[in-house]
């Protein structure tokens, strides 16, 4: 059974995100603190968190990021609840390390899809056997180990970027649409939100420095990796 911890202060909300989650077969706990949060994802390790923006005690993104230094803690899959929508605000959500972002006011069943979604993204990285290193440019990925060097310096990715960069590296000189990779790379079977495919792109690119040259943008399709 899969755990996911809930880090939300609005204890009624808590409760039910607990009890629908659980009712898909998830065990579910709450925490109502963001430092207490903190502490309990460092001793649980649950397999997912719900992570509110506006927490007592420490803000969310502060929680996010501690999360993401942590050895322990860092490839945990983290979707953030807030009651921002803002473009500014979910940028600031991905910047600190979240995988997803769900705007209040939510319906249970999205929750539930958009879970169920992350949850299926990172299983299959502990499947990896392919030991073979993927190279292309000055980027080396190595696939069993989920590292990347970039200019022979290791880069920190997150396992969504990480995820982002083999999909189109294994699809070089193809074209990959934001809904493709949406599907792909986030699990999504609808356009979602497309935005959330150039901010990761943004980050990648970011990440990599130089080299991230032969990510190449079509404008107002998708992208892809050419040498």
């Known amino acids: 059974m899969k755990r996911v911890l809930i880090i939300e202060d609005e204890k009624d909300l808590a ?53 993401r230094k942590d050895q322990r803690t860092a490839h945990i899959p983290i979707i953030m609840i807030t009651a921002k929508g803002d473009e500014i605000d979910r940028v600031v959500g991905f ?51 989920h590292t990347v060097i970039s200019a022979g310096t290791e880069v920190e990715l997150t396992s969504t970027e990480f995820k982002l960069l083999l999909h189109l590296a294994e699809k070089k000189e193809c074209v990959q649409s934001r809904e493709q990779l949406l599907q792909r790379v986030w699990g999504y079977n609808n356009s979602g939100d497309t935005r959330t495919v150039d901010t990761h792109v943004t980050r990648l690119r970011g990440k990599l420095g130089a080299p991230s040259d032969i990510i190449k943008t079509v404008r107002g399709f998708g992208y892809k990796i050419e040498e």
């Open 95 to 145: 910047e600190v390390g979240a995988d997803d972002y769900i705007v209040k006011p939510f319906s249970m069943r999205e929750v539930a899809l958009r879970v169920k979604a992350v949850m299926r993204r990172f299983e299959p990285e502990a499947k990896i056997a392919d030991s073979e290193l993927l190279a292309i440019g000055d980027i080396v990925i190595d696939k069993q180990r």
């Open 15 to 67: 409760g039910l995100l607990a009890f629908n989650l659980e009712k898909e077969g998830y065990a579910a706990t709450c925490v109502h603190d963001g430092k207490l949060g903190l502490e309990r994802a460092g001793s649980d390790l649950p397999d997912l968190i719900l992570l509110d923006l506006m927490l007592p005690g420490m803000l969310g993104t502060d929680v996010c990021k501690f999360l």
